[in-house]
């Protein structure tokens, strides 16, 4: 007679089973601390700006151009 046994790494399914609930608490305890108030939803500290009467001028470039270079002096002319 023979009798067969399964052998199951019983150590690493405890470990994912262990790892399974403490993510799927983890998820539970962040949407009760989202949806339960923690998260506030409705009180912000920002401050509505009225809208401008009119748009602001553009800003003023000043663009200066080089003064133009002085032509060049004429070549000497050549002795015949």
């Known amino acids: 007679m023979t009798t067969i046994v399964e052998q ?3 150590g690493s399914s405890a ?3 262990i ?3 403490l993510l799927a608490l983890a998820l539970v305890a ?3 601390y989202y949806y339960g108030g923690g998260v506030s939803h ?3 500290n920002t401050t509505i700006l009225p809208a401008p009467s009119a ?3 553009a800003p003023q470039v000043n663009i200066t151009t080089p003064a133009p ?4 002096a004429p070549a000497p002319a050549e002795a015949q």
């Open 8 to 10: 199951t790494d019983s």
């Open 69 to 72: 270079a002085a032509p060049a």
């Open 30 to 32: 962040g949407g009760l």
């Open 55 to 57: 748009p602001a001028p």
């Open 15 to 17: 470990v994912g089973l």
């Open 42 to 44: 409705t009180e912000t």
């Open 19 to 21: 790892l399974g609930i």
